[in-house]
């Protein structure tokens, strides 16, 4: 018989090999090729081989069958011995679940926000055609992300491989009415009717081709629909806002939390066509293009820019320029941060997935340190097995089944941690994370970061474990040897690193935020509420500005056209004696009341504050900051005239510089002082929907201090409702106002803190547990130094003396890995601290006072116990 | 003792009526033959093994063939225990059976 001819196909074959368990490969594969053969003798070989085929596939599910079957039976018995195992020690086993738990329980948590961040803006179809037209060059430094009115509709005339653009522009707070509700909201935009276009934005009721068609439309959103249409019909009902009239014309369906474009109403753009239509030099609009797919930005962004030249051959000469930000980057890359849509940064995700990973690394070290510190309490169960016949393979899944057991334990422990911990995180940080199992990326991330947590800490013990020869152990020798010490030892550096790091993290991040706290703004925000405006009040508020005088707490009270989280109203629309043509325009301005630089007790450097008694204040006096001097390039500004043109051509204020500021931070310290003008406001209800009042109180003794401030607050609000009967009463102190600008920098250190704290307990944890050990291990050595009287003391200084050791290596290596680091967070400061010794200084020492304390428990414990008890056991 | 199921019925009867040539190949092939039922090698090995550990057969290897491609084969052979449960099957078989006869089922 030719043989040769009549193989089985080989991939079958040794699929069928893989496949069989070990005892029966030999005798299975005979049969099937047996058969084979014959088959092949009466149908031949073609037939044959596909018959071959067809056996193998039809028998894998059966094969798997019994595959389980033994690895079951096994799996049991590995079962019941590692749950007797747990219950035995159950300190350690504590110990292990509960490192391990926290450790992925954050490991999960900081994955959850991880991926919730990722995800931003990815439910828009269009998300690879869409880009947003940013500034930046010159005033607007890294970026800004505005435009003018007119670019959009422009550039898409003009340029083909434009699709499509849609505008946004903030919406100012106003009073919403309907029948018997009245309340502000903040967060609507002017949009055009191709944002249902671009952006995947749909309704739930009205047309999107027609919402937004109409001057007098407003779209609103479902939670508005709520509140002041309950169960009716929004569209077609009409809404005052402001004291305007607008027909409802589509509710929109609420859109996903991950969206960095954020608001709760639209209303057309047709409103103030007619004013923006042609207007070039007010960059405040957010201009989205959608771009023809598989059209490269580059060669529409040079468009773009030829159109830009076009209109502002100055700002274009002065090196500002657009470019096109694609939406996957803007939620955590765009350096613009004008603070009306959702923007996070990049930095933080990183910085966490590390503490992340950190976190992780430690419980799993513990985990590894605890499960092979034990060892030669397990050495003779190995022994055993291995003598009756377990071989290596069999003792390394018993062991990796006893860690996953564990794993699994703890990640069940930590699923229930999460969930119990998200509501708090939700709100702290206004997300909507939760485990979604439903989600697959989720559901796969969880289960990865379950699955090589169980595989990285059971590796390392089944190997070594398993590892063990039966004879050396049977007959009672200790396996300690120096490798495995030496290796157990790096991993409590490393552990003791990671916590060090993160604890100078901790200290830095107190002493930049302390220093932000008390740095001299430069301004004196104490005792000062800020009111908004309304239509009725900026009509009549020079009476009401008498009548609050009157009262006997109210110190001072003055006016400004925006609150101070929004002051970025840039101009260049300005000139000033002994300009030239190349010299930098572009200032912030603010017009204010009288009496506002001796409210915040700004004091000027040279000249005077506006003053109420001057006439010509009104229109001809400008304040300046000390950074306007040095941009304007003049030596001695006061006097010098000064025109200010972005009033619009019926209202040129013309005049002269009165006083110059020292330079304050009038915004957060992320920034460095800008150019800053200052000039009187003329007409308070100009600024129906930006201005504030500013009211500060008369300087009181603390002790009299709250309950006068709540009295003033009364008497101030029923002025208020005597002018302005139909809008909220609402107030703001000014300190709180500032700390909102460092909310983020709190909740990160407040984070921090929170995992400085877990990575140090875990640590301590892992030593705890080491300690023990070593201390179980030396319990002779012990016993007999305490017969030859070795004082307690004495006992414990030995004991720690390693330990400590090992603490101060990780210290050598953790101080200029937490500097580095450290320096690098300061660096987007514009004004920091610098880190110095102190913090690196007080955290070793922390970690080696907390290192010692967990050591010298396990010892005084040993020190203290009966030398016979240890002795005995000869 | 547990009663057999009819499949371990099939399997041991097969079994016994192969005496001394009981291997996977030939059990299949009389299984097939006389019940019809298709088997895989999957599900043949699976319930060789279950028949195994309930102790009704034993195992013994024989002789590697070429035309096995150089693999053993593993023979199996009905034990005591086995016989047994096969008896009490027939027993049970004759009751339930008793006074039925094939025409009745038309």
Redesign the interface.
Same mark, same amino acid.
């Given at each position: 018989m030719n @043989?040769s001819k009549k193989?089985?196909p080989l991939i079958a074959?040794k699929l069928l090999r893989i496949l $069989?368990s070990y005892e029966?490969k @030999? $005798?299975?594969?005979?049969?099937?090729?047996?058969?084979f053969?014959e088959f092949a003798k009466k149908n031949g070989i073609l037939y044959a081989k596909l018959w071959y085929w067809r056996?193998v596939f039809? $028998?894998?599910?059966? @094969?798997f069958? $019994?595959y389980y @079957?033994w690895s079951f039976i096994m799996f049991n018995n590995y079962l019941k011995i590692a749950l007797r195992n747990i219950k035995k020690h159950k300190i350690y086993s504590f110990i292990n679940i509960t490192g391990l738990a926290t450790g992925l329980a954050c490991s999960i948590l900081i994955f959850l926000w991880v991926s919730n961040e990722l995800s931003y803006d990815r439910f828009h179809t269009n998300f690879n055609e869409i880009y947003r037209a940013d500034l930046y060059g010159g005033v607007f430094g890294d970026g800004y992300d505005g435009s003018q009115y007119p670019l959009g509709p422009e550039s898409k005339k003009i340029i083909p491989e434009i699709k499509n653009y849609v505008r946004f522009w903030e919406f100012k707070r106003s009073v919403f009415k309907y029948g018997n509700n009245a309340f502000y909201e903040s967060k609507g935009v002017y949009s055009d009717p191709s944002v249902f276009d671009l952006f995947s934005f749909s309704l739930i009721s009205g047309n999107p081709e027609t919402a937004l068609a109409d001057k007098n439309s407003i779209v609103i959103n479902e939670a508005i629909a709520e509140k002041y249409f309950r169960d009716e019909e929004p569209v077609g009902k009409t809404l005052e806002i402001d004291s305007k009239l607008y027909t409802v014309t589509g509710v929109l369906k609420t859109f996903p939390a991950n969206s960095h474009i954020k608001f709760d109403f639209i209303i057309p753009f047709a409103v103030v066509e007619a004013e923006y239509a042609n207007v070039w030099f007010n960059r405040t609009f957010c201009t989205y293009f959608q771009l023809n797919k598989n059209t490269g930005k580059a060669e529409v962004t040079e468009k773009i820019n030829s159109i830009f030249k076009e209109h502002s051959l100055r700002s274009y000469e002065r090196g500002i320029r657009f470019r096109l930000e694609p939406l996957s980057k803007i939620h955590l890359f765009t350096q613009s941060r004008r603070g009306w849509t959702d923007i996070a940064d990049a930095k933080y995700v990183y910085v966490f997935s590390a503490v992340a990973v950190f976190i992780l690394l430690i419980a799993c070290i513990n985990f590894m340190n605890l499960s092979t510190a034990r060892s030669s309490i397990r050495a003779k169960e190995v022994g055993l097995r291995k003598t009756v016949g377990a071989n290596r393979k069999q003792l390394i899944r018993q062991f990796f089944s006893e860690s996953f057991l564990l794993t699994v334990l703890s990640s069940v422990i930590a699923l229930i941690l999460v969930t119990a911990a998200l509501p708090f995180f939700n709100t702290q940080f206004e997300k909507q994370l939760s485990v979604d199992f439903f989600d697959y990326k989720i559901f796969l991330g969880i289960l990865g970061v379950i699955i090589v947590t169980g595989l990285a800490s059971g590796s390392y013990p089944a190997l070594y474990l398993s590892s063990f020869r039966p004879a050396g152990i049977l007959k009672n020798r200790s396996k300690s040897g120096a490798g495995s010490s030496r290796f157990r030892k790096i991993l409590v550096v490393t552990q003791f690193f990671l916590s060090i790091v993160l604890l100078i993290g901790t200290a830095v991040i107190y002493k930049q935020m302390d220093y932000i706290r008390k740095k001299d703004l430069g301004f004196n925000m104490g005792n000062t509420i800020i009111l908004p405006n309304s239509e009725k009040i900026g009509k009549q508020y020079s009476v009401i500005k008498n009548a609050l005088l009157q009262d006997p707490d109210v110190a001072e009270v003055t006016a400004q056209n925006y609150s101070f989280s929004k002051i970025q109203f840039w101009s260049n629309n300005l000139e000033w004696e002994g300009m030239t043509k190349n010299s930098e325009r572009d200032m912030i301005w603010t017009s204010v009341d009288f009496g506002y630089f001796e409210m915040f007790g700004i004091s000027m450097l040279d000249g005077r504050a506006f003053s109420g008694n001057k006439v010509s204040d009104k229109k001809s006096a400008f304040i300046v900051n000390e950074a306007a001097v040095k941009q304007m390039e003049l030596e001695s500004p006061v006097g010098k005239r000064f025109v200010f043109k972005a009033f619009g051509k019926n209202d040129i204020r013309n005049g002269t510089i009165i006083g110059v500021i020292k330079d304050i931070h009038l915004k957060s310290l992320y920034e460095k002082i800008q150019p800053h003008l200052f000039l009187v406001m003329n007409d308070f209800s100009w600024w129906t929907s930006t201005g504030k009042i500013i009211i500060k109180f008369r300087e009181t003794d603390s002790s009299i201090g709250e309950n006068n401030m709540a009295a003033v607050i009364g008497r101030i609000k029923q002025i208020w409702e005597k002018f302005e009967p139909s809008v909220p009463f609402e107030y703001q102190f000014l300190e709180e106002a500032y700390d909102n600008f460092y909310g983020k920098e709190k909740r990160t250190g407040m984070v921090i803190n929170f995992f400085t704290f877990l990575a140090v307990l875990i640590s301590c944890l892992g030593l705890f547990g080491l300690a023990s050990f070593m201390v179980e291990l030396r319990i002779k050595e012990i016993g007999i130094r305490k017969v030859l009287g070795a004082s307690s003391a004495g006992l414990v200084y030995i004991i720690s003396k390693e330990f400590f050791i090992l603490v101060a290596a990780a210290n050598i290596f953790a101080w200029p890995a937490g500097f580095y680091i450290m320096n690098l967070w300061l660096g987007e400061f514009a004004y920091r601290v610098d880190i110095g010794f102190l913090p690196l200084l007080l955290s070793g020492f922390a970690a080696v006072v907390i290192a010692l304390a967990t050591v010298s428990f396990q010892a005084f414990k040993a020190a203290g116990s009966n030398p016979s008890n240890c002795l005995r056991h000869e | 003792m547990k009663e057999l199921t009819r499949l371990e019925e099939m399997y041991l009867l097969a079994i016994l009526k192969l005496q001394e040539n009981a *291997?996977?190949?030939t059990i299949?092939k009389m299984i097939t033959d006389q019940t019809g039922k298709k088997l895989? *090698? &999957?599900?043949l *090995? *699976?319930t060789l093994?279950q028949i195994y550990n309930k102790g009704y057969v034993t195992k013994s290897e024989g002789d /590697?063939? /070429?035309?096995? &491609?150089?693999?053993?084969?593993?023979y199996y052979n009905i034990t005591p225990d086995g016989k047994k449960a096969l008896k009490a099957a027939f027993e049970i078989q004759k009751k339930i059976w008793d006074g039925v006869s094939a025409y009745v089922l038309d």
């Open positions: @043989f193989k089985p074959k $069989s029966r @030999f $005798s299975l594969v005979g049969d099937v090729e047996e058969e053969n056996q039809v $028998s894998v599910p059966l @094969f069958k $019994s @079957f | *291997y996977g190949v299949k895989s *090698y &999957g599900a *090995y *699976y093994d /590697p063939t /070429p035309v096995r &491609g150089g693999c053993r084969k593993i």
